[in-house]
């Protein structure tokens, strides 16, 4: 299928869109969920506004960056001021749970279904919105683990202890819900205890987070048992009625969910390809007739899903 074709932009009826939506779930065989950042943006875990300046008013002020992203790519003088920064992003985007319910909404809708989740998300919704960590597949890694940063050997390291450990270091407290709470008159610290900086345990060297930003990136045991069980799952099911569910997939990595997604519909005439985004709901030509596009708000689409 070529991709030179014209994008197709659905101008039907939203209401129309969720009634073959409805329809098209209910008589899959199976359902494949392709979930990218602007789901979690969706679900609330926003990097910029209301939810940055919460947590990071004080880099914001001394550094003069608008979003969590810019921070993450700021040049620290010190370890400990980089791992204050980082052990708050993580923490904030791992460790609590987002503010609305739009994981917890999608598995009602799929948890009866034979169902498996591709994602490129790093901030684990998926698992403690309820769904079976064997039908998962974090390609990008996880913000929950850590690496060596060589890196020396293929292994992966919890990081909840040390990251609360991080976060209490700086002045914060804990709430009952997991948030991170600060008292009126406290003020934060901006680094963390110098034996707070996590190392490897093999080499020395600094640990990283398991993200995907180059050729660093740790496919640990787990990262390869979970990549079988995705490739088992669409081997096994190419020629059902399958729904392939993209949700908030845009174009920074379309070679991973999207193109493999729009070209396994157009390979079996009983798929569905479906793409719920906000401003980038759009399919090929070719594969127009099977497909359900829907410009919106995933979180109110789901919503509405499920009336």
Not at 135 to 140: I, N, S
Not at 298 to 303: A, G, T, V
Request: hydrophobic content about 35%; aromatic content about 14%; some cysteine.
């Amino acid at each position: 299928m070529s991709l030179k074709n014209r994008i197709y932009k659905s101008t039907e009826k939203f209401l129309a869109q969720i009634e073959r939506l409805k329809s098209a779930l209910e008589t899959a065989d199976s359902v494949v969920v392709g979930a990218g950042a602007g789901l979690s943006t969706s679900a609330g875990f926003t990097y910029s506004g209301e939810r940055f300046e919460k947590y990071f008013s004080d880099f914001a002020k001394k550094y003069q960056f608008e979003d969590m992203y810019s921070g993450g790519f700021y040049p620290y003088q010190t370890p400990e001021e980089y791992w204050a920064y980082w052990s708050r992003n993580i923490y904030i985007n791992r460790y609590i749970n987002a503010p609305k319910s739009t994981y917890e909404n999608i598995f009602t809708l799929v948890k009866d279904k034979d169902y498996f989740v591709l994602t490129t998300n790093v901030d684990h919704c998926f698992q403690k919105a309820g769904f079976d960590k064997k039908r998962l597949f974090y390609t990008q890694g996880d913000y929950g683990l850590f690496q060596c940063s060589e890196p020396c050997h293929n292994d992966t390291y919890d990081n909840e202890t040390v990251i609360r450990e991080m976060v209490l270091a700086q002045g914060f407290a804990i709430g009952n819900d997991g948030e991170l709470m600060l008292s009126a008159d406290s003020k934060l610290k901006m680094s963390v205890p110098t034996e707070l900086i996590p190392k490897c345990p093999k080499c020395g060297k600094p640990m990283s987070m398991n993200l995907r930003a180059d050729d660093t990136f740790v496919q640990d045991s787990g990262w390869d048992k979970a990549a079988e069980r995705y490739e088992n799952f669409i081997r096994t099911h190419k020629k059902q009625r399958i729904v392939f569910l993209e949700l908030g997939v845009g174009f920074n990595t379309p070679g991973i969910i999207k193109y493999p997604f729009w070209q396994m519909t157009a390979e079996n005439h009983d798929a569905t390809f479906v793409c719920l985004n906000y401003g980038q709901a759009g399919v090929p030509s070719e594969i127009k007739a099977q497909s359900i596009c829907i410009n919106g708000d995933i979180h109110e689409i789901i919503e509405e899903l499920m009336k």
